[in-house]
């Protein structure tokens, strides 16, 4: 019971919060279109200066209120900052629509929030008094209020989309040519020239077979030698572009396979039940393989666990260490390589290290499963 | 000793077959599938198999696969499977029987033809030829697992290089030691391990798995 009471408290106090808040709005709507009219005269740029921040700050304080009233998140779409000048950057807030937007949702606040608040304060004191009274029906319209002209509207929700996409298109292309550009330039300085190597050391040999045996078998074995080299630095760079056995066996295959081979004892759990469309094993894989990797690097664990689980529309991976943590996907570039691996499928990665760890990396990719690639004659499992 | 032979690409097929048959072996079949592989296997019960890992139709580990079924159809059949890579997870798989007469080797580990030669035939001996690859990442993971934490660094040492296959002598070349002091470690190794003393090839076989299944 005093539970309840506390929270009809609480409810009391937003009421009158909001309602406080409401005036303010008002002062807040009139104060920015004294602002608009003064432009010309010159204190109408500094009031804007003061003003439009506020109204920001404001309308993003209402929207996580209303947010946490109806249970969802009500996202913000103000365009980016434009790089400049005071001015520009202000100029860029002016024309930005959700600016205005906002604008006119003070003013409706200020009439019908307002009002909303108003009978909201008289609920919250009846719901005080009597527990049968329905406690927060006010304040409940005046959050759906606020969803619905603080929302970003479809075309803003289009716009940003529109430029993510365009942002992690152009980093995936550019990721695309500079691992290009790598393997082309290995090949070049290695497996080739060693190739050239070999043909010499081979071309010698025949020369050298009858007039100096002992030499043409010194340039025989290494040729031999050259060839071994040859193959490993071609096994190194297949293993980067695409490991065997991930077409082999698929990703849980392939990350056990990888836990095996690991120094440190990695534990792997999955929930795959499918095959997922190679690209997405590709990310997938290198993803957990860098995460594994920097946990060998950096943190000091004695053992990690990988977790894959697919439910049909979303594979989420996490990799987990009992390390030092302090990891900050900001400054260690192996994240900052996870990030934009995943980001081309509109992935995400979350990182949580606390000082002292454990380190949990979790890392997600929309798809969904595809049919085995390997034909159904392939026996055994 | 008769040899069944899986491998796709004609160059290298061809060039394994005058291998093998320049030291003796006799090359009942060489197939270039899968499917074929197991057929050949079943009815031909080589005493030893030589497989390439990757073959059609899926052009996976079709090879492993076809090796395995048919060690499951015919207990301890000997297979030696070659491959451009290693995987611990496949070196574990075609050990998971425990029976002995596993090979598992890189492709370019056949430029040693003395050495390719033996492994073959100790493999067909019932005995095992890990690569050193699978070996030398087992030594850095496996030290500190039970009961193979007893052994010293030495016997470790001893123990991975009779995995990969090598006789006695071969070993005491290796580290530069006698033979003799390669069988007291080895006897050292058994009664660690406690295999009760037997016929000594059988106490090998049985040591080297426990290595190498962990």
Known sequence: ?381 | MRVVLAEDLALLRDGLIRLLEAHDFDVVEAVDNGPSLLRALVTHRPDVAVVDVRLPPTFTDEGLRAAIEARAQIPGLPVLVLSQYVEQLYARELLADRTGGVGYLLKDRVFNVRQFVDAVEQVAGGGTAMDPEVISQLLTKRAGDEPLKALTSREHEVLGLMAEGRSNAAIAARLYITEKAVSKHTNSIFTKLGLPPSEDDNRRVRAVLAYLNG
């Open chain 1, 1 to 381: 019971m005093a539970n309840e009471a506390g929270k009809r408290l609480m409810l009391l106090g937003w009421a009158l919060t909001l309602l406080v808040l409401a005036f303010v709005g008002l002062a807040l709507f009139i104060f920015t279109i004294t602002g608009f009219g003064l432009v010309l005269v010159s204190i109408g740029i500094p009031m804007l200066l003061v003003s439009l921040p506020v109204v920001r700050w404001y309308a993003n304080f209402h929207r996580g209120w209303a947010g946490r009233m109806l249970g969802t998140q009500i996202a913000s779409s103000y365009r980016p900052p434009r790089p400049g000048n005071v001015l520009v950057r202000l100029w860029g807030v002016v024309r930005d629509p959700a600016t205005w937007r906002d604008v006119l949702w003070l003013l409706v606040n200020s009439i019908a929030g307002l009002t909303l608040t108003i009978v909201a304060t008289v609920e919250a004191v009846f719901g005080l008094l009597f527990w049968w009274w329905p406690k927060k029906t006010a304040l409940y319209a005046d959050a759906q209020l606020i969803k619905w002209l603080l929302s970003p509207s479809k075309k803003a929700l289009l716009a940003s989309r529109v430029r993510e996409l365009a942002e992690s298109r152009a980093e995936t292309v550019d990721t695309q040519a500079a691992e290009i550009r790598r393997i082309e330039r290995d090949l070049h300085d290695g497996a080739q020239a060693r190739l050239v190597a070999l043909g010499m050391n081979l071309g010698m040999a025949a020369e050298a077979v009858e007039r100096d045996p002992e030499n043409a078998k010194l340039l025989l074995a290494e040729a031999q030698a050259a060839s071994s080299e040859a193959l490993a630095e071609l096994r190194g760079l297949v293993r980067g572009i695409h490991p065997p056995v991930l077409a082999d066996r698929g990703l849980v295959g392939a990350v056990q396979a990888l836990a095996l081979a690991n120094p440190m004892p990695v534990e792997v759990e999955a929930d795959v039940p499918e095959r997922l469309p190679a690209p997405v094993e590709s990310a997938a894989y290198f993803a957990v393989a860098e995460a594994l990797t920097n946990v060998i690097k950096h943190s000091g664990a004695h053992r990690a666990r990988v977790y894959l689980r697919h439910d049909g529309e979303l594979l989420r991976m996490t990799v987990e260490d009992d390390g030092r943590g302090g990891a900050d996907a900001g400054a260690g570039s192996g994240l900052r390589g996870i990030e934009r691996r995943l980001s081309a499928f509109d992935g995400r990665l979350d990182v949580t290290s606390p000082p002292g760890g454990p380190t949990v990396v979790t890392m997600e990719l929309p798809c969904a499963s595809s049919s085995p690639k390997t034909s159904p004659s392939s026996g055994t499992g």
